[in-house]
């Protein structure tokens, strides 16, 4: 995750905790400037299984946790479809910014 609220085009076992890493610095950083979520631009993801996703989830519970929402803006084919073989469909669909920009 850059500065600019982008996903990653990996987002799997193998970035994850770096990505895990970088989530906490950008959380301790700018959740007090963030309103009242974040929009995440996830076109980019070509490459995301069951770690990549639950890196999302934590992510979402730790925005919940500040009164904040985590939005994903135009996810991508592998992101939706990895979301639904897990069977959080609705989890995203209920997070997708529609016409969000990052």
């Known amino acids: 995750m850059d500065a600019q609220r982008r996903l990653p085009p990996e987002l799997t076992i193998y970035t994850a905790s770096e990505l895990c890493a970088q989530a906490r610095t950008w959380l301790a950083e700018h959740t007090a400037d963030s309103g009242d979520g974040w929009t995440l631009e996830a076109s980019a993801v070509d490459q995301v299984d069951a770690a990549g996703v639950q890196l999302l989830l934590s992510l979402a519970r730790s925005l919940e ?27 995203l669909s209920d997070r997708t910014a529609q016409g969000a920009t990052p």
């Open 65 to 91: 946790d500040r009164s904040q929402a985590l939005r994903l803006a135009q996810p991508s084919t592998p992101l939706v479809d990895a979301c639904a073989a897990l069977g959080l469909a609705g989890w």
